[in-house]
């Protein structure tokens, strides 16, 4: 089983930073994939970044050149640092692990956090 517990989230004016932290517990976290994923209110959960386990990342586009998602294995914690903040970025954000990609990328992780606000204000 594996535990992840999300933290860093609050409320900005547009165009701060936040970084956001995922702890993970349980498990081998070089073995697992892991990314963000956030839901606005009325509005379907939607991928934000992507690492896999080598390392490499994806973004989503509006997020490309303003978040960067990491990872420190030996520190069992996934990061997104998140700059030049828009209010359209408001949403719950979920940190998801999964050994399996693809289910992953997809949205159907087996492992989630329970979620942590972020706010932009204009």
């Known amino acids: 089983q594996v535990q992840l517990v999300e933290s860093g989230g609050g409320s900005v004016q547009a165009g701060g930073s936040l970084r956001l932290s995922c702890a993970a517990s349980?498990?081998?976290?070089?073995?697992?994939?892991m990314g963000w994923f956030r839901q606005a209110p009325g509005k379907e959960r939607e991928r934000v970044a992507i690492i896999d386990r080598s390392g490499t990342t994806t973004y989503k586009e509006s997020a490309k050149g303003r978040f960067t998602i990491t990872r420190d294995n030996a520190k069992n914690t996934l990061y997104l640092q998140m700059n030049n903040l828009k209010p359209e970025d408001t949403a719950m954000y979920y940190c998801a692990a999964d050994t399996n990609f693809y289910r992953l990328w997809v949205g159907s992780a087996l492992n989630w956090g329970q979620g942590t606000q972020v706010t932009v204000s204009s």
């Open positions: 349980g498990y081998t976290s070089s073995t697992y994939c």
